[in-house]
């Protein structure tokens, strides 16, 4: 069983509504990933973390979404003003290592969110 | 850039025929390679990955080698079984930080 936390594993917002998932990853991993993986099941990085520091994150998620990872506390992904393309499956993944490594990732089940 | 690339989305196959999902890798660097598997309503997993040490690595009958020269990390297994029936991800770290997945493939398994 996967020992990485989502919640709520289904959200439904209205366009332009707020959009909050958290993610609580495997005890003792510095370091967090968030994908989306659309109707198509094709992932897309969207940023990570280690520890509370954002390592990278791709132009969308900059200008639309705000994340964090605090110390103590789940990491969170919210998408500021919902859109219907933000329909997708959004994936967080703890490891032990990021960079240039052959650790694995742990994926949690998963935030479903449907915007209408 | 770097890339990972599945050239089939879809492949469908009989109970007991041999099973050979594609995954080649374009990089500047010699990136590691690992197969993800998402079975249906499942949370993605890893199946197996590659070794510093050119080791092949198997699990539940899946094997995967590196070929440096073809920039290719298949995915086989002599056997398939209804079991095997799910979403399959190669997926490289090239040391960017942001671990690279490839488009997906998924393997219908058919009695």
Do not use: A, F, I
């Given at each position: 069983n996967s020992k990485v936390i989502q919640t709520p594993r289904y959200l439904v917002k209205g366009q332009g509504q707020k959009a909050k998932m958290r993610c609580i990853p495997e005890k003792g991993h510095p370091v967090v990933f968030w994908y989306q993986q659309n109707k198509n099941n094709e992932f897309k990085f969207l940023i990570n973390f280690q520890n509370q520091e954002v390592l990278q994150q791709i132009d969308m998620t900059e200008k639309r979404f705000s994340a964090e990872c605090p110390s103590n506390s789940p990491c969170s992904l919210e998408i500021q003003s919902s859109e219907a393309g933000d329909s997708a499956l959004y994936l967080c993944a703890s490891s032990l290592?990021?960079?240039?490594?052959?650790e694995r990732l742990f994926f949690g089940h998963g935030t479903k969110l449907s915007v209408l | 850039g770097d890339s990972v690339t599945q050239t089939e989305g879809l492949v469908t196959l009989t109970e007991g025929l041999p099973v050979m999902l594609n995954c080649t890798y374009q990089s500047t660097y010699s990136p590691f390679l690992f197969w993800y598997v998402q079975h249906l309503n499942e949370a993605p997993k890893l199946l197996l990955k590659s070794f510093t040490d050119n080791k092949r690595p198997e699990h539940q009958g899946f094997h995967a080698t590196l070929h440096k020269s073809s920039s290719s990390f298949h995915l086989q297994k002599s056997s398939a079984q209804l079991s095997d029936s799910a979403l399959y991800y190669c997926a490289s770290n090239y040391g960017n930080e942001k671990i690279t997945f490839g488009a997906g493939t998924k393997l219908t398994i058919k009695p």
């Open positions: 290592k990021g960079q240039l490594s052959n | -």
